[in-house]
């Protein structure tokens, strides 16, 4: 199964394997699931960080390049995503939530999140 990780989970893997929910460490350690990170949650690290939100403190570099050499994928933003955001219901305010979302839709890859907002979307969404 491919699973794509929002920015929360990314933010509490880099912390340690321990800081994630154990339904999340249970799908993230079964070899034959391949886990993706999206090019919008550096996006959103790099803007919260630089705003001095205690909850980004993370350098967006060593993360990516830590989830990179730790087998994960990268998942560009493409105009698709960004037009099928237009079709989401108005669950969920947050733009990068909403991209992230859409991104599962087009891409046919389970979001996992432990926002219980976005897990009221239509789509691939397990909330963990």
Not at 44 to 60: A, S
């Amino acid at each position: 199964m491919k699973l794509l990780l929002d920015t929360h989970l990314l933010l509490w893997a880099a912390q340690g394997i321990e800081h994630l929910p154990s339904d999340a460490r249970m799908l993230m350690s079964e070899p034959e699931n391949e886990l993706f990170f999206s090019v919008a949650s550096l996006w959103e690290i790099v803007i919260k960080c630089g705003l001095g939100r205690e909850d980004f403190k993370v350098d967006p570099r060593v993360l990516r390049r830590s989830l990179l050499d730790n087998g994960y994928h990268e998942l560009p933003i493409h105009s698709e995503h960004v037009v099928a955001i237009g079709a989401l219901p108005p669950i969920h305010k947050d733009p990068f939530d909403r991209l992230l979302v859409a991104q599962a839709i087009v891409e046919g890859i389970t979001l996992l999140t432990a926002d219980i907002q976005v897990a009221k979307y239509p789509g691939p969404i397990q909330c963990v």
